[in-house]
């Protein structure tokens, strides 16, 4: 970049003098330098900063800020010429302040409340206040708009709350005025879901699980037993997911619905080869109800591929019914939903289902308790602490009465405040083996005689 501004700058001024401005020379305040400058930009190279996706359509861009930065001897106090050329490109065509945050490690979450209140969610749990914040309502709304180009989504009055993604990754739901207030401009949630790429050792590590409940759940999904996730927004149920689904073999087929946005990415290479079988669909939403794709329609193209293993990536509406269906005519079915217990879970289902089939409950809680034997609830403690709270077995006994068994769980030993912390101390335990009928479908579905032997002996391969 240096040279590139070098390589345009006038003869006569000396290698080592500053590029735009003298010593003596007065500087602007960055806010005017900046609507300055995209006045110019946006006038004459609208479609750079539109399409600037390559490394090389930035750099133009930021040859043209530098030139005009230097044709009008434009400065900046306390930034160099090199660092006013980036704090614009970063204003006018990235996320502002927000940029090093979306993209950078350990971050889980951006809240914007307002214009000026911004908090960061870090991996580890802590909640930190930003100092920075945008410079107006109308600056914050901009940002914004920006980040839901990416996804082709447009805030407006006509549709001020919008759900949009900036990556595979990075999901955004947005709400503007007249849904929030005219002084806070803004209110968006940034979801930066898994980008550490969490292996088992991570789960064990940071006591979120053991190491036998995570292979007992691996088992179920590689010899066919749906699975189901459950807990609240930042649970790390879906991390949990995720992690799950990288452990199929290759050579089963994965098909993975997810709404809106993409947060998996299960697809492997060796040297240069996808080696494993994985389709990745997204839903779509459209003013036009004939054009709008759900996750209900997605399901039910996806058992016309020939799938194995189908990821629901959570259950909020009608889908739920067609993915019991799935999982219910052999198919293995991993999905997640919000629910805030492993028995509260199979109730919440019910009463999605309901929203296709007004059924009754009896009789949807027969077939989602057979579809989903294996219920899983996590959860975030006081402390920012993600814990496997249990593991649960619906055992369907023959007199078709249901038997709950909870297999793992995580036992609290300590509860206590101290000062303005949290300390919540326990641990995992096994607190039953798995039924003889669930051993029954692991023997029939290729499990091996040795793997089910330390299953049921209460250990796990």
Known sequence: MKEALQSIQPAGIADNHSLFFSPGDGTKDFGNVLHEVQEYIS?????????????????????YIGKYLMDHRVAVKGMTDQQLVDAL????????????????????????NAWNDIEVQYSNGNTVKLDEHFDSPEHAVNVIRRMLHVSGMVLDNASPAILGHLSKNIRIAVLKTPLVDEDVGVCASIRIVNPQNLKKEDFVKEGTATGEMLDFLSECLRYGISVCVAGATSSGKTTVAGWLLTTVPDTKRIF???????????VREKDGKVVNSVIHTLTRSSENEKQDIDQDLLLDMALRFNPEIICVGEMRSAEAY???????????VLTTIHSNSCEATYRRMVTLCKRKYDMADDTLMDLVTEAFPIVVFTKQLENKQRKMMEIMECEI????????????????????????KFIINGHHEQVSRISDSL?????????????LDRLAKGGVA
């Not at 004459?44 to 359509?57: A, P, R, V």
């Not at 502002?96 to 951006?110: D, M, N, R, V």
């Not at 051993?439 to 793997?451: S, Y």
């Open 43 to 63: 006038g004459k190279y609208s479609s750079l900063i539109i399409d600037g996706e390559t490394e090389d359509g930035k750099a133009q861009v930021k040859r």
């Open 89 to 112: 490109y970063t204003e006018m065509a990235e996320f502002s302040f927000l940029t090093k945050y979306i993209f950078g490690t350990g971050i889980e979450e951006i809240d914007v």
């Open 256 to 266: 993975t619905i997810e709404n809106g946005s993409r947060e998996l990415a299960l």
């Open 322 to 332: 067609s993915a019991q269906e799935a999982a219910r005519t052999g198919h293995t």
């Open 397 to 420: 006994l023959p007199d078709g009465t249901r038997n709950f068994r909870t297999l793992f769980r995580f036992r609290i030993t300590e509860n206590r405040i101290d000062g303005d």
């Open 439 to 451: 051993q029954k479908r692991f023997l029939e579905n290729g499990m091996p005689q040795e793997v």
